[in-house]
């Protein structure tokens, strides 16, 4: 099989349950490996202002306001977006924004102004969020412990008001205030969906192990080529039947040098953030079991809906995924696998 980079591992009568159904499974990481993979999510102080549970919940985007002369809220006439916002009981949350205008690109690779197109009114980050008040109201911040501008700010505020089903954001001011605010976000709360017993066991905010590849011939597997670059990304899964995936490089990020990218700053953010959102539906009556992620948008510019499905396996606080395996003309089965671990509870 020719020089490798990966140890192999020897194996009787096993195989890969994302090859072959009903086989002996690859070892999953421990809980030790676990901790120390991936750095965790920072935590917030432990506040006590209002509880997080008006909040909770998965919303879509619908609108945006801004102030007219009269100081008075009006929407935007130029409104284009489909987003999500979702806020889970742990105490974590996540958004991605994206025009619906968006050009695909003339290539597999874009170009640097073609990157600086997509990332253009593209938002994407995740990470803790706490609930607190001051003299002008209520507030959210945002943690963000990862987000597609790689110079961004960190600690978000933003006031809330909840009217019926709307949850209308109000960006705080650099002074940290409201009233002289001029801009806000409405979403609407979207209902919790039908979901079978075996989906429920997806929903939660995961961040990335590692990432790995394996290869097998006959009883013979090979499995190595392990890779933290990307550990401590984020995937989630909601109880609304939508899922985001937020893949950002662990290091070489540079902040922009203006408030928006150049196309070179561009091109080096794609190429270190990336992800999609969408619905998700699961087939655990197929062997081997599949996720399907329903991409409305993501990172790279296309057309409609695509779907990708992921084989996966459960294993405690652990999910596997990875693509179908692909058989070469020698007949190796290749393939790769990331390993996401639910993460804690947080206090508020």
């Known amino acids: 099989m020719g020089n490798r980079r990966i140890a192999p591992i020897v194996a009787v009568a096993v195989c890969l349950p994302f090859a072959i159904g009903g086989c002996a499974e690859i070892p ?65 949350m996540a958004v991605n924004v994206m025009p619906l205008d968006r050009q695909p690109f003339a290539d597999t690779a874009p170009t640097p102004e073609e990157a600086q197109a997509a990332l253009d009114g593209y938002t994407a980050y995740y990470g803790p969020f706490s609930v607190d008040e001051d003299a002008e109201g209520r507030f959210l911040v945002h943690h963000r412990i990862g987000q597609m501008n790689p110079g961004g700010e960190v600690d978000a505020k933003r006031f809330y008001d909840i009217e019926g089903d709307r949850l209308i954001l109000t960006p705080a001011t650099a002074a940290g205030t409201k009233g002289d605010a001029t801009r806000q976000v409405v979403w609407e709360r979207l209902p919790d969906a039908e979901l079978s017993e075996e989906a429920q066991r997806f929903v939660g905010f995961r961040q990335l192990l590692f990432t790995d590849r394996y290869e097998q011939r006959g009883s013979e597997y090979w499995h190595g080529q392990r890779n933290s670059g990307r550990a401590g990304s984020w995937i989630i899964y909601t109880p609304t039947g939508h899922m985001m995936v937020h893949l950002m490089a662990r290091g070489g990020r540079t902040p922009y040098a203006g408030e928006t990218p150049t196309p070179e700053e561009a091109l080096a953010a794609y190429r270190s953030y990336g992800g999609y959102f969408g619905r998700f539906t699961v087939h655990d009556d197929a062997e081997p079991q599949y996720v399907v992620h329903h991409q409305e948008g993501r990172t790279r510019p296309v057309e409609g809906v695509t779907d990708a499905e992921r084989l996966y396996h459960l294993a405690g606080d652990v999910l596997r995924l990875g693509g179908r395996p692909r058989t070469t003309e020698e007949g190796e089965i290749l393939g790769g696998h990331l390993y996401w671990e639910l993460l804690p509870h947080r206090p508020e």
Do not use: C, H, M
């Open 28 to 92: 999953f990481p421990s809980a030790e490996s676990a901790s120390t993979a991936a750095p965790a999510a920072e935590d917030a102080a432990v506040r006590t202002g209002p509880p997080r549970g008006p909040i909770v919940g998965t919303y879509q985007l619908i609108g945006r306001n801004v102030k007219d002369e009269n100081g008075a809220w009006v929407p935007t006439p130029d409104f284009n977006s489909l987003g999500y916002i979702t806020y889970g009981d742990t105490g974590y």
